[in-house]
């Protein structure tokens, strides 16, 4: 994908974060993409660190990362859950993530560029983004991650929609 529109992306992301956290907007499209993540990973630990409400910050992640992922299937005109699928691997390649599904409910990550920025709590927080995302490409509002590679697994699974394993706690074979 080309380094404009992996900018681009990530410009989107710090905008939903921003209005998040009322933290003043990084400009960063004119950073090299690999620049611009990094910068991404530092802002978004920032605004973590200097919420005083947690609680309302995933909220507030969350709704404006669903209208992120609404946006994206309103302009591609998509409705096929297997052509949303493939778009949201190629959304997480574009920030350094290394996702792939295991079935239309679950995925693994294998590769996380946060994961050597963020604790497990930064993860928890701006893992309302992926629920908020997903959920708006998906319509689905159920996103629970069974491991994470940031509590020193070695690589996030996660369910969306209904899963009885998940929902209790466990944690499916890949």
Same mark, same amino acid.
């Given at each position: 994908?080309?380094?404009l529109?992996k ?16 933290q ?12 611009a ?6 802002y ?8 005083n409400? *947690?609680?309302? &910050?995933?909220?507030?992640? !969350?709704?404006?990362?669903? $209208?992120?992922?609404?946006l994206? @299937?309103r ?11 493939e ?8 920030i350094?993530i290394?996702?792939?599904w295991?079935?239309?409910?679950h ?5 996380c560029?946060f ?16 629920a908020?995302? *997903?959920?708006? &490409?998906?319509d689905?509002? !159920?996103?629970q991650?069974? $491991?994470?590679?940031?509590?020193? @697994?070695?690589m ?6 209904f899963?009885?394993?998940c ?8």
């Amino acid at each position: 994908m080309s380094e404009l529109l992996k900018k681009m992306q990530i410009q989107i992301l710090i905008r939903a974060v921003s209005k998040s956290s009322n933290q003043k907007m990084k400009w960063v499209i004119f950073q090299p993409a690999k620049q611009a993540l990094n910068i991404f990973a530092l802002y978004t630990m920032q605004a973590i660190q200097v919420s005083n409400d *947690i609680e309302a &910050l995933k909220k507030s992640l !969350y709704q404006n990362a669903y $209208q992120i992922g609404m946006l994206c @299937k309103r302009l591609l005109h998509a409705s096929n859950a297997d052509l949303l699928r493939e778009l949201i691997v190629v959304l997480y390649q574009n920030i350094g993530i290394r996702l792939q599904w295991i079935d239309m409910h679950h995925f693994v990550v294998s590769e996380c560029y946060f994961s050597k920025y963020y604790s497990a709590d930064v993860c928890h927080v701006m893992s309302n983004m992926d629920a908020g995302i *997903i959920s708006g &490409l998906l319509d689905t509002d !159920y996103l629970q991650f069974s $491991q994470r590679i940031t509590e020193g @697994k070695p690589m996030c699974k996660a369910c969306i929609g209904f899963c009885e394993v998940c929902s209790q706690g466990g944690v499916y074979d890949t």
